[in-house]
């Protein structure tokens, strides 16, 4: 069974750092674009940052851009993001995604992620 789990979610005060893992299992990731989505509650999922294959490229949502950072560890086919100087407004449930086609570049736009994990909560509190 392909999976994708997120772990690394919690409860956390603003200005404080979070860092959420998405590992891989029943194949592996490490030709794939990947990138982290969140929703918040009553809003629509959205684009936070995205890396490909090799990490050498990544892009972010210009709300995290300078607080955020993504990675990746393909010999664990995990993907990391760091997240510092959080603020209330980044509370959302966070989905890590894969790219189902292999070598292809990052994206923001979802529709173009066939593999997604089940979420983990992240909550700022202010």
């Known amino acids: 069974q392909v999976q994708l789990v997120e772990s690394g979610g919690g409860l956390v005060q603003s200005g404080g750092s979070l860092r959420l893992s998405c590992a891989g299992s029943?194949?592996?990731?490490?030709?794939?674009?990947m990138g982290w989505f969140r929703q918040a509650p009553g809003k629509e999922r959205v684009f936070v940052a995205t890396?490909?294959?090799?990490?050498?490229?990544?892009d972010y949502a210009d709300s995290v851009k300078g607080r955020f950072t993504i990675s990746r560890v393909n010999a664990n086919n995990t993907m990391y993001l760091q997240m510092n100087t959080l603020k209330p407004e980044d509370t959302a449930v966070y989905y890590c995604?894969?790219?189902?086609?292999?070598?292809?570049?990052?994206?923001?736009?979802?529709?173009?992620?066939?593999?997604w994990g089940q979420g983990t909560q992240v909550t700022v509190s202010s």
């Open positions: 995604a894969a790219r189902s086609g292999l070598l292809t570049p990052h994206s923001a736009d979802s529709s173009d992620y066939g593999y």
């Open positions: 029943g194949r592996t990731f490490t030709l794939n674009a």
């Open positions: 890396i490909n294959w090799s990490g050498s490229a990544t």
